[in-house]
């Protein structure tokens, strides 16, 4: 490997893979519990699971598996265009909505080319830019939100800019854009830089808030909508999701897409969950309920947060001990050993925050139980000898790059 | 478009996208039959469809797929480590072995460096080496075969080679390399060159034929092995595969990996099918059965055919219509009228031949039913105003990159 290694580009090499929500089966091995004594709120996962009509279909999909799925995913593009009014030649289906952030990459991105970015967005952007060797251009955020400045991603677009990462609502901030400062900086955009549009948590969103997305696609030809079944729809562990652009992009996309990139099960749900309209209102009204519950219980202990339009809670804890800089690894630990997974988020430059994803009744109230616990451990923790700088400053200016090397 | 159009590559904008076997339905829909009516026999899959253990496993995990994959796969690692005695840390799991291709291409390819490959192999070495740039040589294949010519690979080895592709057996020609010439030839590779060994067809060779490549693995670090669940093990439609090659290599195969690349269905039967031994050597036996079928059955039609290692078999049409350099074509269309699928194999430089794959002793005989009103078809057409150059020519010569894009 010696003499591979010095073939191998040296951004490369200086990936270091994405860290994902501890799985349940880990915990419990690793803490000696029961897999259904513990609770799982680390990786905003619909807690209904997936879509009764979902199932049914995909358990007639499942006759069939010695067969290669349908390379071209016809029957999902149908299902899209009818729920949606799109044209199937502006859809490109992604092995999740992951697997459509890496085509982009892939045909945009290249050494010498740009990846703009807000400070603390999601980790896929950084990992699949530095893949192709992009340069990675952090945007600070903004103080209040710890969102999207989109006047500081207009300040630094350059010649070299190729491609705007823009989640809305943005995960792991929670934070939001109004449609029309979004679509504002979107038209405003030289015609040479493509934006992508993560909406993974767009089915969360009140009808107020709602924004036509996939007409703006039609709009402007370097914008292209990515969507998820991962999240509302409860189909993570199939892997699904889609990117909706021109016609041009999306043919492009498809050139480097792998030929069956999307298995047949998840073909068969997503199809039918799209029309499952029963089950994601009562999805996204668990969502509020649930919400409603955690802020009132973290509020009960004193705790901050700021506000989400996602399903998940970022959670504020640096007042909390402000001597403890690694403070959402000290409550995400804590918690574990009550057997409630979270998410620290210190490798989005947020050391001081601890994101928790908003579960059933039962669940969110397991997390609530044991936060006291939690926060009495914070309370006693400091720094001890940790060369890292205090946590009110790490928390949110550490670069993007410094976050994904973290 | 038109501005985002002139930052992309050029090498990408001429990737033509890979053509997969036309699924039943299209043809069901196209030629109005009845799916039951349709036999595929076109993708090289198992006829006998998944194995039961597998298809067990997958059920029971089907109850949790609200949740992510486990992104490290521990489970499957576990079971491969089990079944051949490998360390976990040498195993990266792909989407299908495609992935596990693309995932070598993307971590060793790059403009300026060289991607080397027989003249007619499998269409993603080529696809995936284009899409990040590098440079693809051809080389001619074994006049006899039409197989890997192992002494025109090394006399095409440069500074700049970084990838060599070997399919052993390899589609679509279907020739095989014996163990010795095959390990011979990794062992005298410079070590800057990754030698990518696909096995995707190795569990229908006899026991005499088979061979050592994990052994292999470990002691040649610039080795890399590809096994796909596709094919054997019959679950195409899920997507999962695997490689196995040094840990330093397995680590940057890793970093470029996406992080919940393979779905939890496709994890949980894969697991479970590596145990399914009765179901393995059912399906070779069923494929050593149908092999024999089909040869007879086109000997007594007078055409001839490659010798076969794999599960499906290249039929030479050459010598039935000499004046028809679209010989392949010309019975693939024939045979789908008669609502049988094969695979024309044009675009992998192989014009004047027909690629099919075994299947149940049924599908076979629809096949071989067909046939002669196919061949019939060819006798009558000529040639009739292409300008292409006759079959007897294009059919071995021409080269890769021709072949993709044509």
Do not use: C
């Not at 270091?16 to 004594?37: S, T, V």
């Not at 603390?120 to 830019?129: C, G, I, Q, R």
């Not at 652009?245 to 199809?271: H, K, M, W, Y």
Request: glycine content about 8%; charged content about 20%; cysteine-free.
């Amino acid at each position: 490997m010696a003499s591979l290694n010095q073939r191998v580009p040296s951004y490369l090499k200086a990936i270091a893979p994405y860290q994902p929500g501890k799985p349940i089966a880990d915990i419990a091995r690793a803490y000696g519990f029961q897999e259904d004594q513990v609770v799982k709120l680390a990786s905003n996962e619909n807690p209904l699971g997936m879509s009764p009509k979902g199932r049914e279909a995909m358990l007639e999909a499942a006759a069939d598996l010695g067969r290669y799925p349908d390379g071209n995913g016809f029957a999902l593009k149908q299902a899209l265009s009818k729920k949606f009014g799109l044209d199937p030649a502006t859809i490109t289906l992604g092995n999740g909505s992951n697997d459509i952030l890496e085509l982009v990459a892939h045909a945009f991105l290249a050494p010498g080319k740009e990846s703009l970015m807000s400070d603390h967005s999601f980790a896929v952007y950084a990992l699949a830019s530095q893949a192709v060797g992009a340069t990675i251009v952090s945007v600070p955020a903004k103080p209040d939100d710890l969102g999207h400045d989109l006047q500081g991603f207009k300040q630094r677009i350059t010649e070299k800019t190729s491609v705007v990462w823009i989640a809305n609502p943005n995960n792991p901030t929670g934070s939001f854009i109004s449609a029309a400062e979004l679509e504002a900086f979107i038209a405003e955009l030289p015609a040479t830089v493509l934006v992508v549009l993560d909406e993974a948590y767009t089915e969360y969103l009140s009808e107020q808030d709602s924004y036509p997305a996939f007409e703006w696609a039609r709009r402007y030809p370097n914008l292209l909508v990515s969507r998820s079944f991962s999240k509302a729809y409860g189909l993570a562990g199939l892997r699904v999701g889609y990117g909706v652009a021109s016609a041009e992009v999306t043919d492009l996309l498809n050139r480097v897409r792998q030929p069956f990139n999307v298995n047949s099960l998840a073909l068969a749900a997503a199809s039918a969950s799209l029309f499952d309209d029963e089950f994601l209102t009562r999805s996204a009204a668990l969502n509020r309920q649930g919400m409603e519950q955690i802020q009132k219980g973290i509020q009960a202990l004193g705790v901050g947060w700021l506000e989400s339009w996602g399903n998940f809670l970022l959670i504020d804890l640096r007042a909390v001990q402000p001597d403890q800089p690694q403070a959402g690894q000290k409550v995400y630990e804590a918690l574990l050993s009550k057997g409630v997974i979270t998410r620290p988020v210190a490798n989005y430059g947020l050391a001081g925050f601890l994101r928790v994803s908003i579960g059933t009744f039962d669940e969110n109230q397991s997390f609530l139980k044991a936060m006291p616990f939690a926060l009495e451990m914070l309370r006693g923790s400091t720094d001890s000898g940790s060369s890292l700088a205090p946590a009110s400053s790490t928390a949110s200016v550490s670069s993007k790059t410094a976050a994904v090397r973290a």
